[in-house]
């Protein structure tokens, strides 16, 4: 299993409590790409001890800043908005990474068991697979967008690279990234362009305000979604409850 994840330095902290979520429940993960604002291991604190206790995933270092105006126009209206620039590493994974395929994952995310079933969907004839947001149409999006209801949330999406290299998907969603002003940027275009097709996934593997059946049930949950202003959810300890409990448990292994 190939994973990406992205943030600034402001979020090393929870990229680390992700990280460490995911590798204590999945052993099936192989590498993982962190797509950051530096490319230097030393300054990601607690980063080495969490590559000594999994000596058999390979973390791969990558600055952003070093793609971010290769592709986004400095004159794109969705630069600088409320949203941090880097969101725009997920819809530049073709460029970024290697592989074919990978499973990207929001730093705001714990992950709670094995995801690895996750990594064996058969993804050969869609561009993404991902979980139906759920708040999204309470809000209109989907009239502005004209999509349908199959609109996904961007935290957790595993990525066909190898497709969406071959049908140039990426020139198309940095093509509206450059033009149009989105509410939120790399999700709705991402959304826009793979529009039929995605495979929409279960949401037990990307839960965050979710009234489904199937994620009222806590023993279901592989990931948490912590979905929303970090200012929220970090201060919300009982909206948060479950990352409080696996960032206690990091801080108690590697101190903080």
Known sequence: ???????????????MVAIYSLLGCTRSVKKIYLILDTD?????ENLDNIKKKYSDVEFVI???????FKKIQSSS????????????????????VSENKVLYID????VKRD??????????DYYIAGVKDFGIFTRGTEDVL???????????????LEKMRLDGVQDKILAIINSRELRYPD???????????????????NHSDDFSLEARNQDLIKIYHFAGPKDFWVTNKLYAEEWYEMEEKFCNEFGW
């Open 77 to 96: 209206p969705n630069l600088n908005s409320i949203y941090s620039n880097f969101c725009f590493a997920k819809i530049m994974l073709s460029d970024i």
């Open 107 to 110: 730093t705001d995310a714990i």
């Open 40 to 44: 230097k291991v030393e300054e990601i």
């Open 146 to 160: 004209e999509i349908s209801r199959d609109y996904i949330n961007s935290g957790v999406v595993l990525f066909n």
């Open 1 to 15: 299993m190939v994973i990406a994840m992205s943030c600034t330095r402001d979020w090393y902290h929870y990229l």
């Open 187 to 205: 999700q709705d275009a991402l959304n826009i362009v793979c529009h039929n097709h995605i495979l929409m996934l279960p949401s037990i593997y």
């Open 115 to 124: 995801i690895s079933n996750l990594w064996n969907y058969k993804i050969d």
């Open 62 to 68: 990558i600055n952003f800043n070093n793609f971010l």
